[in-house]
């Protein structure tokens, strides 16, 4: 495929800190340049000067045709670097295993349900060192999300992106529920895993 360009109408910024740059929280960045009249990039660059770099800049993911292919490929791991950052972040931030669980495996079949729980918990966590962590058994983390593969499904949109997944009734964390019955509990128990441990 090569590289994939910047595409202005497809990205957008969040995470303005100063006053006079809030009315862009969220517009891509084609609609920033044309408010300020300047080119895409220009106006980039000056609002990352203007934020002292402080900005999150929000951009399309993988290429749509060639990811199923590479979820599926017995190498292939799932995970996000999505950053809840801004008013506006990401989608993935909110989507990114439910979509898998919704399209990639009960909707398109390009992945079997076991194999694409095993590609989001243990594979990653035996490739990273992470002891204890994506596997259940006694002496480990709990960490344990449960879901309706039927209705598991991600509502979060580009414009609406803090929407929670639906069909997750429950995930503990460290052992502890963080949602309950489908509402967050406020807990928080989630801490930094460091390779190796």
């Known amino acids: 495929d090569g590289p994939r360009k910047l595409n202005p109408d497809e990205s ?84 990114c295993f439910p979509v898998v669980l919704a399209e990639f495996v009960r909707a398109e079949k390009h992945l079997r349900l076991p194999e694409a729980i095993r590609k989001m918990t243990s594979f990653p966590a035996q490739r990273l060192g992470l002891r204890d962590r994506g596997i259940l058994r006694d002496g480990a983390k709990a960490d344990i999300v449960v879901f309706d593969p039927e209705r598991v499904k991600a509502p979060a949109t580009r414009r609406q992106p803090k929407q929670f997944a639906q069909g997750i009734p429950y995930v503990i964390v460290n052992g502890q529920i963080v949602v309950n019955n489908s509402e967050h509990t406020g807990a928080t128990p989630g801490v930094v895993v460091r390779h190796g441990r």
Request: negative net charge.
């Open 12 to 95: 957008w910024l969040t995470a303005f800190r100063k006053a006079h740059n809030m009315q862009y929280e969220g517009l891509s960045l084609a609609e920033i340049a044309r408010k300020r009249d300047q080119d895409p990039f220009d106006t980039l660059f000056d609002l990352l000067l203007d934020e002292d770099l402080g900005v999150s800049f929000v951009s399309p993911g993988t290429n749509a045709q060639t990811l199923p292919a590479f979820v599926s490929h017995p190498y292939g791991m799932i995970a996000s670097d999505a950053i809840l950052f801004g008013e506006v972040p990401s989608p993935r931030t909110y989507g």
